[in-house]
């Protein structure tokens, strides 16, 4: 037996000596710093064999989103305001993040619609204008061919115009030309409504828009006042590059009128491009052009005939005073027609985005009433 010391301790104290010793190895576990417990550094967890009393429960690992799931942010809460949760409904797009820009790019869609808007007029065989017809009263044709379908056939007394008034300010009318101006005016103060338009020009060599399109009619009295007479004539080039610049970059989003009244005795003796071209370009912008003659002479001369053929291609009207003082009536005729009018709105058969000029046949079922209309227009291009 070796020699030692042998103390006897009380049964109770023994007993708090082997709780102490068996508690320790726990202790030093909680109190020694291990490497996960560096602030801002990520710790790895020591593996451990997990039991049914420790291992954690994990979510599951793919969960339905309706939109993208944004990058991890150190949250507070897990409980969303209900007044800040997008919503929404199957089939419809998700809103925009609240931070996206607001000038981004939209894509423009351009839609081609192949519609012809027809403004014609008919009468009997005394020049009486017959209103009351149906769509069924009238044939059509298109390029030869009935219309696919029409959309739309009214009558038109009050459809918005856009009117301009061409005075020949030649010096070929210089002693008829106060005439013109007093029809002018009288004719303006007769027919402008509150959604119509017009402008006054003088042309000779050159065009003079004296006023351009407005519905002030004090305006428009001063710019016809404006005009002086003297120099020669270009009127092909006028009626051309009037339809060009005033008529065909209009911009309407309803059906309108677009006429012009040209006062002329239909000499020309100026002009660079011919009359065929002026009439293609009438045509183009979709105006009808009617004539007044200037010409008081017993007999109609070369001028009449051309100022005709104008108006018969763009399904307008020439007029023939037999005196100056008759050059009021025919603004007058103009303004009757103008409130008298069919418009026709149908989709043409075969229709080829190609520019090319397409014909238009219509007339009255009835043959006791002639129809007026323009001869044809030209088939738009494809959108650039």
Do not use: W
Request: net charge neutral; glycine share 6%.
């Amino acid at each position: 037996m070796n020699p030692a010391l042998s103390i006897k301790l009380p049964a109770f104290l023994r007993s708090a000596l082997l709780s102490l010793l068996l508690a320790a190895p726990i202790l030093h576990a909680q109190t020694t710093p291990g490497p996960s417990s560096t602030p801002g550094t990520p710790s790895t967890p020591a593996p451990a064999t997990p039991t049914a009393a420790t291992q954690t429960p994990q979510p599951p690992t793919s969960t339905p989103q309706l939109t993208a799931t944004p990058p991890p942010t150190t949250q507070t809460s897990t409980t969303t305001s209900p007044a800040t949760t997008p919503t929404q409904t199957p089939g419809q797009a998700a809103p925009p993040p609240a931070n996206a820009p607001l000038d981004q790019p939209v894509d423009t869609i351009k839609v081609q619609v192949n519609e012809v808007n027809l403004i014609f007029t008919v009468t009997d065989k005394h020049g009486k204008f017959i209103t009351g017809l149906k769509r069924e009263n009238f044939g059509l044709l298109d390029d030869g061919r009935p219309p696919t379908a029409v959309l739309r056939f009214t009558q038109q007394t009050n459809l918005p115009l856009r009117v301009g008034i061409m005075l020949d300010t030649s010096s070929s009318i210089r002693q008829r030309f106060q005439f013109e101006q007093d029809s002018a005016i009288e004719f303006l103060l007769q027919i402008l409504h509150l959604n119509d338009r017009a402008f006054v020009e003088g042309f000779d060599i050159e065009t003079d828009v004296a006023q351009d399109f407005t519905n002030n009619v004090d305006l428009l009295n001063q710019g016809i006042r404006k005009l002086r007479p003297g120099g020669g004539t270009a009127l092909f080039d006028a009626l051309y590059k009037t339809c060009k610049d005033q008529m065909l970059p209009l911009q309407e989003t309803g059906a309108v009128r677009r006429a012009l009244i040209l006062v002329s005795d239909g000499d020309d003796n100026y002009s660079r491009v011919q009359e065929s071209d002026a009439i293609k370009m009438c045509q183009r912008a979709d105006t009808i052009v009617y004539t007044i003659s200037t010409n008081i002479s017993p007999s109609k001369d070369k001028g009449d005939d051309v100022l005709k053929a104008i108006s018969d291609a763009t399904g307008g009207q020439a007029f023939y005073p037999t005196k100056l003082e008759d050059v009021a009536i025919g603004f007058h005729n103009i303004e009757e027609e103008l409130r008298s009018q069919y418009h026709l709105v149908y989709r043409p058969a075969g229709l080829r985005m190609d520019g090319s000029f397409r014909t238009i046949y219509l007339q009255a079922n009835d043959p006791r009433y002639k129809v007026r209309a323009q001869k044809g227009y030209f088939s738009p291009r494809p959108p650039q």
